[in-house]
């Protein structure tokens, strides 16, 4: 006697439309709260993915262990590329709110599936169509506007742009090679494996660099837990939930609204006003990133439950 199908349980749509409003909220807070965090940039990164692997890490060993076991040579080499990919996202990203504003950082780090497109067409040969060039001109017109201010202005914005910049790129890399692992693996598995790759990476990186990993202040470690849980844990979880319900397309352009909501919060909690140079080259890059799903749901959709958000 067969076993009866599992019975899909009807969710109501105004809880699933509140899990995504929740999920955009949690991951705005990333870069306040990073600012907030009085220690190295690279601290913060291997505290915060160490903090969000440990629990993934632990399902993944429980929940998947047949799984890891039936798991390629070819499959663990492209999960630890993915996990340096996305050690490195965050050590630049992080690292940029320490020379630029949260503005132009979370503008230009959001950038991602434009990035995600273009590697896509190199590496996996996928199609770009006439919209998908029209995304990239747009975002990288307002990259371009973004860091003209800043190399105008002085001082070390510029590098904080380019380092956010090289996150939006790195998180480029971990997308496609994940898009390529996720057709034969659950995202519990993928995400506990890849997160720890990441977190042993920016531990090892420690040992090269001058730079403290403990010694922190209380309210510093309160940060750092806060980011595994709010950003990390809560956000990204809440996102991947909302897509079982709502097409992927949709919760990447409904996830746009973090810029925006990042940059809110700057202004009461850290005195940071955009101006309007920021405003319009952030705003290019937000038109683009959405001309740019919007060509993702024509052509081939992500995985149904890997949306493209790592901040």
């Known amino acids: 006697m ?7 349980v009807e969710v109501p749509r105004t809880r699933v439309y509140g899990g995504l409003v929740l999920g955009v909220v949690a991951v705005s807070w ?28 632990a ?44 503005a132009s950082s979370v503008a230009l780090v959001t950038t991602q599936p434009v990035w995600v497109t273009l590697f896509a067409w190199l590496a996996l040969g996928e199609r770009v169509g006439p919209r998908g060039i ?34 939006a790129v790195m998180a480029g890399v971990y997308f496609v090679v994940g898009r390529r692992v996720r057709e034969s693996m659950s995202l519990g598995t993928y995400v506990g494996i890849v997160y720890s790759v990441a977190a042993v990476a920016l531990m090892v990186a420690h040992g090269f660099v001058d730079s403290p990993l403990t010694g922190f202040t209380p ?16 956000g990204h979880s809440l996102l991947n939930a909302s897509v ?39 705003g290019l890059a937000l038109v683009g990133v959405l001309v740019m799903s919007r060509d993702e749901a024509a052509r081939q959709p992500p995985p149904p439950d890997m949306v493209p958000a790592a901040d």
């Open 59 to 102: 399902l993944a060993l429980v929940r998947g262990r047949s799984e890891l076991t039936s798991l390629s040579a070819r499959t663990w080499g492209l999960l630890v590329l993915s996990g340096l990919a996305l050690a490195l996202h965050f050590a630049t990203w992080i690292a940029s709110l320490q020379y630029t504003t949260v």
């Open 244 to 282: 079982r319900h709502l097409s992927a397309p949709f919760v990447a352009v409904a996830s746009l609204g973090e810029p925006v909501l990042s940059t809110l919060w700057a202004v009461p909690l850290l005195g940071e006003k955009p101006d309007w140079v920021q405003l319009v080259g952030g």
């Open 134 to 167: 029209a995304a990239l001109v747009l975002c990288l017109a307002g990259s371009v506007l973004i860091g003209a201010r800043d190399f105008a202005a002085g001082g070390t914005a510029l590098w904080g742009d380019l380092l956010a910049v090289a996150g």
């Open 219 to 234: 309210s510093t470690w309160m940060v750092l837990v806060g980011l595994a849980l709010v950003p990390q844990l809560i």
């Open 2 to 8: 067969n076993p009866a199908p599992p019975v899909e």
């Open 30 to 57: 990333a870069a306040p709260l990073i600012r907030f965090a009085e220690a190295p940039s690279l601290a913060i990164s291997a505290w915060r993915l160490t903090f969000a692997s440990v629990p993934l890490l």
